[in-house]
C-alpha cells in the first residue's frame, strides 16, 4: 500500500508570511492527489486537484506543485482565514483514497 | 448543485452493527461518472478511508476493514449506506460520505455525522 507522509505535522506563522507544506508518497503516483484545507468542526474542502490545478473559487494565493513522489502546497501570503489544518490526498485507480496526516497552521 | 448529507444513529454499542446512509440531492445517484465513498476522522484527526460503490453496484474497500465493511446503493432512493459490523472503541470516529470521479480526488463532501461507540 502507498504510505503519504505529510510534515511538517504543525507550524506557527504569521500574517503576510509564505507557508509551504509537503507530501511524500512512498511510491510514483504521478499526479493524482489533491489538498485540503480543514477547519474546526466542517468537512475538508478541496483547494488543489491533479497536484497543481486550482479549484474553482479558492483563492491564487493557493498553489500546488510536484509529480512522482514529492508534492507541495505554498500560501503564498497567509491571511487569518488561512489558519487551518491541511491534508494531502492520493487517490488511484482503483478508487482508493490515502491520506497525509495533516499539517495544523496556527498563528504565530 | 450535488450535495451529499450523512445520516444514523449517534451511539453505537460495541459488537453491535454501525449503519449509517448518506442522501444524494442535487444530481442522481445512477449517474456513471460518479462514485460514492464514505472516509471518516478519528478524535486525534487522522482520516481514513472506508471504501466506495458506484450505481452498478461495483465497491471497493479499505483492505484493513474490508471483513467488516458493506457499502450498499439504493437507486430508487437516491442514497448509499454503510454498515460496519462488530464494532468496537476505536471506531469512534466522524463519518463522512463523499463523491468524486474516477479521475480526481473527492469535491463534495456531507458535513459528517458523529458516531460514539460506547455501552
Known amino acids: 500500500d502507498i504510505q503519504m507522509t505529510q510534515s511538517p505535522s504543525s507550524l506557527s506563522a504569521s500574517v503576510g508570511d509564505r507557508v509551504t507544506i509537503t507530501c511524500r508518497a512512498s511510491?510514483?503516483?504521478?499526479?493524482?492527489l489533491g489538498w485540503y484545507q480543514q477547519k474546526p468542526g466542517k468537512a475538508p474542502k478541496r483547494l488543489i486537484y491533479?497536484?497543481?490545478s486550482l479549484q474553482n473559487g479558492v483563492p491564487s494565493r493557493f498553489s500546488g506543485s510536484g509529480s512522482g513522489t514529492e508534492f507541495t502546497l505554498t500560501i503564498s501570503s497567509l491571511q487569518p482565514e488561512d489558519f487551518a489544518t491541511y491534508y494531502c490526498?492520493?487517490?488511484?485507480?482503483?478508487?482508493?483514497?490515502?491520506f497525509g496526516g495533516g499539517t495544523k497552521v496556527e498563528i504565530k | 448543485q450535488l450535495q451529499v448529507q450523512e445520516s444514523g444513529p449517534g451511539l453505537v454499542k460495541p459488537s453491535e452493527t454501525l449503519s449509517l446512509t448518506c442522501t444524494v440531492s442535487?444530481?442522481?445517484?445512477?449517474?456513471?461518472?460518479?462514485?460514492w465513498g464514505w472516509i471518516r476522522q478519528f478524535p486525534g484527526k487522522g482520516l481514513e478511508w472506508i471504501g466506495t460503490?458506484?450505481?452498478?453496484?461495483?465497491?471497493y474497500y479499505n483492505s484493513s476493514l474490508k471483513s467488516r465493511v458493506t457499502i450498499s446503493v439504493d437507486t430508487s432512493k437516491n442514497k448509499f449506506s454503510l454498515k460496519l459490523k462488530s464494532v468496537t472503541a476505536a471506531d469512534t470516529a466522524v463519518y463522512y460520505c463523499?463523491?468524486?470521479?474516477?479521475?480526481?480526488?473527492?469535491?463534495?463532501w456531507g458535513q459528517g455525522t458523529v458516531v460514539t461507540v460506547s455501552s
Open positions: 463523499a463523491s468524486y470521479v474516477k479521475w480526481d480526488p473527492p469535491y463534495v
Open positions: 442535487g444530481g442522481s445517484i445512477s449517474s456513471r461518472s460518479y462514485y
Open positions: 460503490t458506484h450505481y452498478s453496484g461495483s465497491t
Open positions: 511510491q510514483d503516483i504521478k499526479n493524482d
Open positions: 491533479a497536484a497543481s
Open positions: 490526498l492520493h487517490h488511484n485507480s482503483d478508487l482508493a483514497l490515502t
